[in-house]
């Protein structure tokens, strides 16, 4: 009966090392697509002439098609429902909706900071003239690249370190406790 228990114990505690690898490669997964769809909105909003709202939806849209995997679509979720309180217009400030909508937001893998920088780009777009919101955007581009380039590089060790974690911790506890 003590192997059972320390073999759940083992399991268990592996299991959780592994969904702490998998947090880490799902947030990089979010940013890494949180930053083509900010490139797309740029684009939209300096070549194509949008207004915020379209630019939004557009980006929104294209982005639903193309991803296809089931918790890349939140993103796309989101930029589509700012753009559609946008479009109903009922005199809310783009910054209100913006915060709103990301407390909406369900579980992400996104950190705090991830969210103030998100939160932040929010509070400088869609009242600035097209020059100061490619600035504001080329701004938090580059924070998301820093971002980007140290989970990267941090990827494989940070994985193995927390399997390997969990499965030591696992094994720590059952020969601490048999």
Not at 109 to 136: F, S, W
Not at 146 to 161: D, N, P, V
Request: glycine share 10%; with cysteine.
């Amino acid at each position: 009966m003590r192997w059972i228990g320390a073999c759940l114990v083992t399991a268990g505690c592996a299991g959780l090392g592994a969904q702490m690898a998998r947090q880490w490669r799902l947030r990089l997964r979010w940013l890494e697509q949180l930053r083509q769809m900010i490139y797309f909105l740029k684009g939209e909003i300096l070549y194509g002439h949008s207004a915020l709202g379209d630019a939004l939806k557009r980006v929104g849209e294209r982005c639903r098609k193309t991803e296809g995997e089931r918790g890349l679509q939140t993103l796309p979720l989101f930029f589509l429902s700012v753009s559609g309180r946008i479009d109903r217009q009922q005199g809310e400030a783009f910054t209100d909706i913006w915060k709103e909508e990301l407390e909406k937001l369900p579980d992400s893998p996104l950190r705090d900071e991830d969210m103030a920088e998100l939160k932040n780009l929010g509070d400088h777009l869609g009242y600035l003239d097209v020059q100061m919101q490619e600035r504001t955007i080329l701004l938090y581009l580059e924070q998301l690249d820093g971002q980007i380039a140290y989970l990267r590089m941090h990827l494989k060790e940070r994985t193995k370190l927390y399997t390997s974690l969990g499965v030591m911790g696992g094994l720590f506890l059952t020969v601490a406790f048999l």
